[in-house]
């Protein structure tokens, strides 16, 4: 009897016969990088693993999120979106989304969390999803940026820095920074005592008090004995005093012809008469004791009563002779008022105004800094007088000491301008 051995299997994938019984998949196999290798009896098979198709011999990623469900497909429920990945899927929240599980997300309050970028002067409101700002009331912008809203326009270069308010450079008051700020009557100076206040829209200077002359950065005493500028009667001695001078006569019985009366205007003032100066209507000069002072007649507004004719003397107290502001028609200026409009200096005389250019403040540098929006003088970039510095109503200047011609100024310290 004639035996036939049995050939053992050929793998048409690896080219080589296998046994029976054997670990086929050690042994070396066909199977695609995404696929699993299993031992048979007498061979192998591929299976691609979950996430792929194919014959196990070729795998290809299944895209889950093209099909909702079932054993192919994603399970991306609540305000997710599907995205494939290489054998699998995730769910991604959708903006303005958090994770609640794997397959989940709820919404986010981005107001609630402070996630949120809206301005600080505007409100966050919730959405679906989002969220959105809104300026609030007073403010204008797109609720990521909000300014404030100055129904008023600020002049004199001041700036709005909250609803209806403006903050006015040094030297400017009024809600639109419209009115001068008088440091002379608001003892806002720093003159000595031998110089006077003398206000200019926007800023101040000091000059010298009459009987006072200056000398470099000093006012001294002029003697008006020497120079013939007193008003003693030619029979009286002139004494030269501090600022001023005295008449003095001797006894009535040393000299009984020396008179305290007032040479003025080429005319002899008894002592003690009152008189008004040529072509000056509303000054009373007064003789005492051989010195004759002028002064501007004396106007009580609050017990004003308006005449048949103009109060030539007292027009500020009269509302006819009053002046409304070019733009601002709720502004009006007294007679004698001035105050600044388009960089010019204007003045409210008898109900009418005139404009002129405007004076600046001197510069204690060479090189000022360029003309900004709203200026109409030119300023160092250290301003020993913080002339055009921010303000608002009450505030309070913090600023750093200035050094001006080797002298250190505290902030907010007035001084002479030598």
């Known amino acids: 009897m004639c035996i036939t051995k049995k050939k053992n299997p050929f793998d048409k994938h690896t080219k080589k016969n296998v046994d029976a019984g054997d670990d086929y998949c050690s042994k070396g196999h066909a199977c695609h990088t995404n696929a699993t290798c299993l031992n048979l009896n007498t061979k192998y098979t591929c299976t691609c693993r979950p996430g792929f198709q194919g014959d196990g011999f070729h795998c290809e990623d299944i895209d889950e999120c093209t099909q909702q469900g079932g054993l192919t497909g994603n399970h991306c429920h609540l305000n997710t979106r599907c995205v494939n990945t290489s054998g699998s899927y995730v769910c991604e929240c959708l903006p303005g989304y958090r994770r609640l599980d794997k397959f989940n997300c709820v919404e986010i309050d981005e107001c609630a969390t402070g996630q949120h970028a809206c301005h600080t002067n505007a ?25 404030p809203v100055c129904n008023q326009t600020c002049l004199n270069g001041g700036q709005c820095v909250a609803p209806g308010v403006c903050s006015c450079r040094v030297g400017f008051v009024g809600a639109s920074c419209e009115q001068d700020l008088d440091e002379c009557t608001t003892g806002m ?3 000595r005592e031998t110089s006077v206040c003398v206000n200019m829209p926007g800023w101040y200077y000091c000059k010298c008090k009459p009987g006072f002359r200056t000398r470099d950065t000093d006012c001294m005493d002029i003697d008006e004995c020497r120079h013939g500028t007193h008003s003693c009667h030619p029979s009286a001695r002139c004494v030269n005093t501090e600022g001023h001078f005295e008449c003095h006569c001797p006894p009535a019985e040393e000299d009984p012809n020396c008179r305290l009366s ?6 002899e003032i008894p002592d003690g008469a009152k008189v008004s100066p040529q072509n000056q209507p509303c000054k009373v000069c007064t003789c005492e004791r051989g010195v004759i ?21 007292c027009p500020q107290c009269d509302p006819k002779e009053s002046c409304q502001h070019q733009e601002l028609k709720h502004v009006v200026f007294q ?6 409009y388009q960089c ?6 008898y109900g009418e105004f005139d404009c002129w250019k405007l004076e600046c403040p001197p510069l204690t540098c060479s090189n000022p800094l360029p003309l900004q929006p709203g200026d109409c003088c030119p300023r160092c970039e250290d301003d020993p007088c ?11 200047s913090t600023g750093k000491p200035c050094s001006y011609q080797g002298h250190a100024i505290a902030s907010g310290q007035t001084f002479n301008d030598p």
């Open 123 to 147: 409100e966050c409101i919730n959405t679906q999803g989002s969220y959105h700002c809104r300026c609030r009331s007073g403010y204008t912008g797109n609720g990521y940026e909000c300014k």
């Open 189 to 191: 100076h720093g003159c």
């Open 293 to 313: 002072s002028c002064t501007d007649k004396p106007c009580n507004c609050s017990a004003w009563r308006g005449g048949v004719g103009r109060d030539l003397c």
């Open 386 to 396: 913080n002339f055009f510095s921010n303000q608002t109503s009450g505030s309070t």
């Open 262 to 267: 007032c040479m003025f205007e080429d005319n």
């Open 335 to 340: 007679s004698g008022e001035q105050w600044i």
């Open 344 to 349: 010019q200096t204007c003045e409210c005389l």
